[in-house]
């Protein structure tokens, strides 16, 4: 079965680089037509999407923070990494990673449990 | 402010039916799939409707969804404590270019 687990510091100092993994198993980023896409929740509040990773490289990003993303795969690993620059407090939320098929719009079917970040000094 | 527009909380009876409805555009409900996601307290979501109206494999046949126009809507009949959780519809953006999804629908089953 599909599994998805986050991992990464759960408090970060403001203007520093926040570094997740996803970490996943039962499916294979090698795959034709696989993504990964991460998705964060700050806290009592909406789902907001970051970005998307598929098997053939391609990357999409929210265009707000566009600047500050960027998204890696190691297919070997079964991982796939984001990378948020100048962490704010705003930032603080629960950081999600989840498999989605290409072209299925926001159709993400299975989820990791979430990572709670923090930012403060 | 989400791009798309879901009612921020509904209420409904146990064994009633409730509609939970999300607003868009053209650029993103118009022309893409919509997929609703159930959040329980304290759980990540979970995928409940995809391409406008289709269940994955274990959602009960409680859970429906459609799509006309710019404007989707999720049902649940038969409405259960259990079913006590938020709702967020997201979709595609072709203008964009982004995933977007809904401000979310807190969901009581009083």
């Known amino acids: 079965q599909i599994t998805l687990k986050e991992s990464g510091p759960t408090l970060v100092k403001p203007t520093q680089t926040l570094t997740l993994t996803c970490t996943f198993s039962?499916?294979?980023?090698?795959?034709?037509?696989?993504?990964v896409g991460w998705i964060r929740q700050p806290p009592g509040k909406a789902l907001e999407w970051l970005a998307l990773?598929?098997?053939?490289?391609?990357?999409r990003y929210s265009p707000s923070l566009k600047s500050r993303l960027t998204i890696t795969k190691d297919t070997s690993k079964n991982q796939v990494v984001l990378t948020m620059t100048n962490m704010d407090p705003v930032d603080t939320a629960t950081y999600y990673c989840?498999?989605?098929?290409?072209?299925?719009?926001?159709?993400?079917?299975?989820w990791g449990q979430g990572t709670l970040v923090t930012v403060s000094s | 402010q989400s791009v798309l527009t879901q009612p921020p909380s509904l209420s409904a009876a146990p064994g009633q039916r409730v509609t939970i409805s999300c607003s868009g555009s053209?650029?993103?409900?118009?022309?893409?799939?919509v997929s609703w996601y159930q959040q329980l307290p304290g759980t990540a979501p979970k995928l409940l409707i995809y391409d406008n109206g289709k269940r994955p494999s274990g959602i009960p046949d409680r859970f429906s969804g459609s799509k006309s126009g710019t404007s989707a809507t999720l049902g649940i009949t038969g409405l259960q404590t259990g079913d006590e959780a938020d709702y967020y519809c997201?979709?595609?953006?072709?203008?964009?270019?982004?995933?977007?999804f809904g401000g979310g629908t807190k969901l009581t089953v009083l």
């Open positions: 997201g979709t595609w953006d072709s203008s964009l270019r982004t995933v977007v």
């Open positions: 990773i598929y098997w053939d490289d391609d990357k």
């Open positions: 989840a498999h989605t098929p290409r072209g299925s719009g926001a159709r993400f079917d299975y």
């Open positions: 039962g499916f294979s980023l090698s795959t034709s037509g696989v993504g």
């Open positions: 053209s650029s993103n409900i118009g022309n893409n799939y």
